[in-house]
Structures are given as structure tokens and as C-alpha cells.
């Protein structure tokens, strides 16, 4: 069965950094791409960024200065981390898998992260 | 970035009847290779973004055939043909032609 499932810290303090853990089931890291993306509260969905299969990344540019994906195929898990956080990046953080036609085919059931003192 | 415009913002429909959703691009979604890679996502509430359709016209693996999609170049349209309560919740429309971006959502509610 395919899945993805995100852990993180739940609360973050501003300015300081977020880091969240993506474990992925059912399919392999060196076969599909995997995209982070979020959603503020009732708001709508923001792409923050991908890795490709062989490692490399792309962003997207208005986080480009704050935001790190890496990831550990052996350990079919993928990481985000984001620096200097702010309230308005509060939000649900999801990993999402690419399908063959660039298309997000298999989301994570999200993590929500809350920027508060 | 490429702005993705939908209409309406709400959605007041009957069992039964027909919807339909607009979506429009600031710029073209025809890539280089030709394809056109718009896609619709619906959300229902408490859970995750779901795939519906992909590149325009193409419904995802298990999605019911009363759900089309339709366009070209930047205006797209998502049709429901007669909306069942499991349809109820929050579609986006969402371009991978250029760096990905959503719409805002369109949310199609009981009338």
C-alpha cells in the first residue's frame, strides 16, 4: 500500500527552525519524485519545493533562502527544514508523491505546525 | 509565478443537478513538449487534497465518469454531471507547465 506520513514538532517559536521527517511505504525514493507543499488555515495550497529522484531539488523561490529537502533513500525518508519561521508560516505541511504526468498522485495525511511564542 | 484564478468561490448546488468550475491562467499551460499539464484536486473536509483529473481531461484512477475536464491554452472548466453527496468539499485546479501553483479553491456546498 502507498503511503506517506509526516512527522513533526506540532509548535515552533518564531525565528527559530522547522524540521519534518517524511516516511514513505509501498513505493521507492529512487522511483518518483516527492514535493513538499502547505496550507495555512483555511486557506489554499502553497508548493515549497521538490526532490528529484537522483537528489536534486528545485524551490519554490519565495522560500528558496530559508528552505533545505534532503533525503534518505535506504531509509525511504524525505526532510524538510525551514529557518526562521514566522506566524503566517503556520500551516498543514504535507509530502506529497509525483505521478508520471507531474501530477501529485499520493499525499500524506499533513502535520500541522503552529508558529507561536 | 502563474496565477490560477477560479470561479465561483462557492458553489450552492442540488443532488442531482450539474456543477461547473472555471479556471483560468495568467499564461499559457501548453509546455514545450506539448502537453498540458492542468490538473484538478478535490478536498474534503478533515483530509488531504485527492487527484480527479490530470493533464485537462484525464480522470485519475477510480474517479467516476460524472467528472470531466476540459480547456485549452489557459482557460479550464470541471464538469460534475449530476453531484452526489460524497462530492461535496473543496476543488482546486493546479498548473505543472511552470513551477507548480493552485487556484483558490472553489467549494461546492449543499444549496
Known amino acids: 500500500q502507498v503511503q506517506l506520513k509526516e512527522s513533526g514538532p506540532g509548535l515552533v517559536a518564531p525565528s527559530q527552525s522547522l524540521s519534518i521527517t517524511c516516511t514513505v511505504s509501498g513505493f521507492s525514493l529512487t522511483s518518483y519524485d516527492i514535493s513538499w507543499i502547505r496550507q495555512p488555515p483555511g486557506k489554499g495550497l502553497e508548493w515549497l519545493g521538490v526532490?528529484?529522484?537522483?537528489?536534486?531539488?528545485n524551490y519554490n523561490s519565495a522560500f528558496m533562502s530559508r528552505l533545505s529537502i534532503s533525503k534518505d533513500n535506504s531509509k525511504s525518508q524525505v526532510f524538510l527544514k525551514m529557518n526562521s519561521l514566522q506566524t503566517d508560516d503556520t500551516a498543514i505541511y504535507y509530502c506529497v508523491r509525483e505521478g508520471f504526468h507531474w501530477y501529485f498522485d499520493v499525499w500524506g495525511a499533513g502535520t500541522t505546525v503552529t508558529v507561536s511564542s | 509565478d502563474v496565477v490560477m484564478t477560479q470561479t465561483p468561490l462557492s458553489l450552492p448546488v442540488s443532488l442531482g443537478d450539474q456543477a461547473s468550475i472555471s479556471c483560468r491562467s495568467s499564461?499559457?499551460?501548453?509546455?514545450?513538449?506539448?502537453?498540458?499539464?492542468l490538473h484538478w484536486y478535490l478536498q474534503k473536509p478533515g483530509q488531504s487534497p485527492k487527484l480527479l483529473i490530470y493533464k485537462v481531461s484525464n480522470r485519475f484512477s477510480g474517479v467516476p465518469d460524472r467528472f470531466s475536464g476540459s480547456g485549452s491554452g489557459t482557460d479550464f472548466t470541471l464538469k460534475i454531471s449530476r453531484v452526489e453527496a460524497e462530492d461535496l468539499g473543496v476543488y482546486f485546479c493546479?498548473?505543472?507547465?511552470?513551477?507548480?501553483?493552485f487556484g483558490g479553491g472553489t467549494k461546492l456546498e449543499i444549496k
Open positions: 526532490i528529484w529522484t537522483g537528489g536534486g531539488t
Open positions: 499564461q499559457s499551460l501548453v509546455h514545450s513538449n506539448g502537453n498540458t499539464y
Open positions: 493546479s498548473q505543472s507547465t511552470h513551477v507548480p501553483t
